[in-house]
């Protein structure tokens, strides 16, 4: 197996690969960092303790997932036909592509944890602003959030080189398809809320069930994730 | 020893028959020619023998066992293509790295010299490369892989005429120095001819001709003089091309034994057809007599 090889695929490029999410996260940081001292600066104690409780949904961190939920869909989309371009076997690269999907999700979640427990003893750098420790992320003790980012990072990288795959196995039908599904799921629930006492005090109780549960859910999505892609690659052919 | 063989194989997609019953044995170290119009089913055949694309159905062995997820098979083996997709963020010289890791044989020294020599940029981005620079990444690999089966699938698209010709001259030197089976697909027939040992000629996803090359020098001639002593000199033989202007006329022909003196002594001319000129009567030919047995699709063809 030449899985060192498909490692090298993915990462030859350190810049691409480690540089530009760290670079692009500190500038989301220095944006978020600068606005905390704004606030604090006019708004005073009231405006800096409002600011950390609504900073609990600051999406700044996004600025380091989102490159990453793309890593998933470019794995397959740019990575696999190069990968048989240069000789490497459909089981070789997902191997290597898994243990990539791996490597970057601990990487990136020992990441946000460190920065996360810096954020939490400096009472957010000082500036009672949110970065690290936000909900996305979890929002409990240092592990939660170790744990909670890396399944959170496997997942979408896993959920999207499924996605790219059956694109790539069935083509534009089957984004219709997707799309269309995805939309029906929405409007069903949506529809839900608003119409079903009963289905309403469902999805409470379900939004309540607590860290363990929801971490159980993330690492389902992650396994069927996992399971579509590689049933999906053993069959991908060169487009 | 043989370096492929396929049998009835074949390669069905929901519009087309790209591969239709092909059958084809190539022997090792030596270079092979694999020659056809667009479309005529030439890289789907290189994709199927290096496990891009799986058969329809048919068989094929390469190196000594199936492609498909053969580690040991494709180790041995790559695959330049045209068409071949890099990701957005890669440098050609990113590609060249992952490439001297993943090919067994490669020669590090080899390919800086090439890259220096087809002057590629190696730190820029590969989808700010010119169709050029991006198939000298392609030759670079193909070379410097000294891989012991190679394809090339039109490896120089976008080279000018200096660089293809710098292209041939190292494919031979370098095969010359390490010799191993080539697969060389190419619309650039007359400029490799001299280096092919065998040619397969696929027409519309069918072989319309495997034959070595020394063979095919009396495969085709062409004859040329007075019309009427051209008709006289082919009469009840088989003829691939007749041109005709005023009284004089050339036609290319199937030769046979004493053909040399019966032309002299009517006063014609007798001449080799290059490699070119016979593909080119050979695939009008075809779509001539398959135009013939299916008229319908020949009007469908004649409207696209």
Redesign the interface.
Known sequence: ??I??VV??HT??RL?AFGWPLIIMMMSLTIVLIIGALVTGVGGDQAREGMNYGMQWNGAIFALLGPLIGFGF?AMG??F??A?????????FAAGTALVFAGNAAFYAVIVTIGKVIEVATGGFGLSVRFFDVFYTGIGEWWQTLIQTFLLILMVMLVGAAITTAFHRWGQSFLWFFWIALAIVVLAISAGLLLSEAFLAFSQDVAAMGWFPWMGVVAAFAVVGAAVWLALVR?A??R | MTAIVTTALSKRYPEVHALDGVSIRLEENRIHGLLGRNGAGKTTLMQLLTGQVFATSGEMQVLGGSPVENVDVLSQTVFIQESQKYPDTFRAVDVLRIAAGAYPHWDQAYADRLVAQYRLPVKRLVKKLSRGQLSAIGIVIGLAARAPLTFFDEPYLGLDAVARQMFFDDLLADYTEHPRTIVLSTHHIDEVANLLEHVVILDQGKVLLEADTDDLHDAAMSVSGRAQAVDAFLAGREVLERKALGTLATATFTPRDGDELAAREAGLELAPVSLQALFVHLTTANAASAAAADPDRAHDRAIV
């Open positions: 197996m030449r060192r090889n090298q695929l030859v490029n691409q470019t740019q990575y036909p190069l048989l371009g240069l000789g490497l076997t459909r089981r070789e069959r052919q060169a």
